[in-house]
């Protein structure tokens, strides 16, 4: 989609659609920095065409100086360790949320591996400076509760470190699945890494061997076309996603699961996934979202729209994502009408407190592509939407508003009729 302010989406009366999904921009960023640690030959294959994964490649593939990587906080978290132990001098900068959005945790335990890295403007905050050097290993702690991120980009250059690395981590885990994702792909390049236990993981020295990989498509795009179907009206609505794996390393294949009782069925079927309708078996939804974060803003719309109350936690680190997410969910659903609370220690709830909606409802998206994609469904149960900077769907899903097009929804300019 060429840039607009904003865009009027309408739901179609009839459901029927088979979608090419993109390929998973957390396996696609993953495997650039192990195949980049392995030599960078071959290149992994069916990369994500996304944003997050463009920044990606492009950093790989440039010499010293400054990297922009825009909005990518993945990117961010990855290439921080990366250029840490590797040759040369650069500065990571980002969007101006980037810029305020903390990164202490993991400079903290890279430099207490001896990585030379320095803050250029805030402390605890990009951008930052790093001279790659050789990184020696030995037991570091770490919290474990803050992101998934700081965790998997360790463990990555582990085995690059003189004498590996055993990781010791503190007061919970948040993302779990998405450490195991890390910690699997690791051994597919042909490292030696493992948990010692539920809180340590420790990552023999070992050089990384060059090998194929094929990334699959990601199940966190999934969860829109669950949202879709689970709110269609239409009694035999049925969606095909293609390129998507029963045996997925990625946590947000739960989506499966959480969306049964919300009236979604999941077949597979030759490669990919069949959804269709079921009975709606929920009236109220308790959830502990920690290891599946990614999904929390597609079950509460979902949950808001069916009229299912709800109690979701384990959120604390949705407040500083790609924006305040929680806050977002709040403001953008109580246009619709939806009275939405929220804790300190990341719970989100709804007791099904309504007031008036908006008849015609103008969704912000906040720079965050999951807040566009997962309130955009909602217009097949409260009406027409209108959807402001519909381009950041581009981080992980380029092609959302063409298949939600293709799939029967009414997409024009806001002012369009």
């Given amino acids: 989609?060429?840039?607009?302010?904003?865009?009027?989406?309408?739901?179609?009366?009839r459901l029927s659609s088979a979608v090419c999904l993109p390929a998973s921009k957390s396996l696609s960023n993953r495997a650039l920095i192990l195949s980049a640690l392995s030599g960078g030959v071959p290149q992994p294959l069916n990369l994500s065409d996304c944003d997050d994964t463009r920044v990606m490649l492009r950093a790989l593939r440039?010499?010293?100086?400054?990297?922009?990587?825009?909005a990518a906080g993945t990117a961010m978290r990855f290439l921080t360790a990366y250029f840490s132990q590797a040759e040369g001098s650069h500065t990571i900068t980002g969007t101006e949320r980037m810029l305020r959005r903390p990164v202490r945790v993991l400079v903290d335990a890279l430099r207490q591996l001896g990585a030379s890295?320095?803050?250029?403007?805030?402390?605890?905050?990009?951008?930052?400076?790093?001279?790659?050097?050789?990184l020696r290993g030995g037991t570091l702690s770490l919290r474990g509760d803050v992101s998934s991120q700081y965790i998997s980009a360790l463990l990555m250059i582990a085995p690059k470190l003189?004498?590996?690395?055993?990781?010791?981590?503190?007061?919970?885990?948040?993302?779990?699945?998405?450490?195991?994702?890390?910690?699997?792909?690791?051994?597919?390049?042909?490292?030696?890494?493992?948990w010692e236990g539920a809180d340590v993981i420790c990552v023999s020295e070992k050089p990384y061997e060059a090998v194929e990989y094929s990334v699959e498509s990601d199940?966190?795009?999934?969860?829109?076309?669950?949202?879709?179907?689970?709110?269609?009206r239409d009694a035999d609505a049925e969606v095909t996603l293609k390129g998507l794996r029963e045996g997925s390393l990625q946590g947000d294949s739960r989506v499966r699961d959480f969306f049964l009782p919300l009236g979604v069925r999941t077949t597979f079927a030759g490669e990919g996934v069949r959804l269709s309708k079921c009975p709606l078996a929920a009236s109220h939804l308790e959830l502990d979202l920690r290891e599946q974060p990614d999904l929390a803003q597609t079950l509460v719309a979902t949950c808001c729209c069916l009229g299912v109350t709800f109690r979701l936690t384990g959120l604390h680190n949705l407040r500083i994502k790609e924006t305040d997410r929680i806050t977002a969910l709040q403001k953008e659903l109580g246009k619709l009408g939806f009275v939405l609370r929220a804790t300190d220690d990341g719970e989100i709830s709804w007791t099904g407190e309504r007031t008036q909606p908006m008849a015609f409802p103008s969704i912000d998206t906040y720079d965050d592509h999951r807040m566009a994609m997962s309130l955009a469904p909602c217009c097949l149960q409260c009406g027409a939407l209108r959807v402001n900077n519909p381009q950041v769907v581009s981080k992980s899903y380029p092609r959302f508003w063409d298949d939600l097009s293709q799939a029967g929804f009414n997409i024009t300019k806001a002012d369009e009729r």
Avoid: H, N, Q
């Fill in 117 to 134: 890295v320095s803050y250029t403007g805030a402390v605890g905050f990009p951008p930052l400076r790093i001279e790659g050097r050789r």
């Fill in 1 to 13: 989609m060429s840039f607009v302010e904003s865009i009027r989406v309408t739901a179609p009366l």
């Fill in 219 to 232: 199940w966190s795009a999934a969860g829109y076309w669950y949202e879709a179907v689970a709110l269609s």
């Fill in 162 to 194: 003189s004498g590996g690395l055993r990781l010791c981590l503190t007061g919970g885990t948040v993302s779990r699945p998405y450490i195991d994702m890390t910690l699997r792909m690791m051994c597919e390049f042909g490292a030696e890494a493992r």
């Fill in 62 to 70: 440039m010499g010293d100086g400054l990297v922009d990587i825009g």
